[in-house]
């Protein structure tokens, strides 16, 4: 029932931006805690960055200062604007609720930093 949409990764050079967009059908955003993660090759799937249905947010140290969670509750999607990008952003990037049993997954979005 629910379905998760990534879109906007792309291919860029260190220190550019990207703006990521994750559109979600059967639930309403503004109710559910959201998150972002990535995975790269050979490595575990990490956790990015959160927004509570509070509205707090939270991100892991090595994105601090540089993505931005948001989320637009006309359109129920979730946003990750990504700036000053590195070479270890490079993964496939994902949206799902933050609670304990996860949606489906989507098929995520390739972001490549490369020079």
């Known amino acids: 029932q629910v379905q998760l949409v990534e879109s906007g990764g792309d291919l860029v050079q260190p220190g550019g931006s990207l703006r990521l967009s994750c559109a979600v059908s059967?639930?309403?955003?503004?109710?559910?805690?959201m998150a972002w993660y990535r995975q790269a090759p050979g490595k575990q799937r990490e956790w990015v960055a959160l927004l509570t249905s509070a509205g707090t947010t939270s991100y892991v140290d090595s994105v601090k200062g540089r993505f931005t969670i948001s989320r637009d509750n006309v359109k129920n999607t979730v946003v990750l604007q990504m700036n000053d990008l590195k070479p270890e952003d490079t993964a496939i990037y994902y949206c799902?609720?933050?609670?304990?049993?996860?949606?489906?997954w989507g098929q995520g979005t390739q972001v490549t930093v490369s020079s």
């Open positions: 059967g639930r309403f955003v503004s109710m559910y805690p």
């Open positions: 799902n609720t933050h609670i304990y049993v996860k949606w489906p």
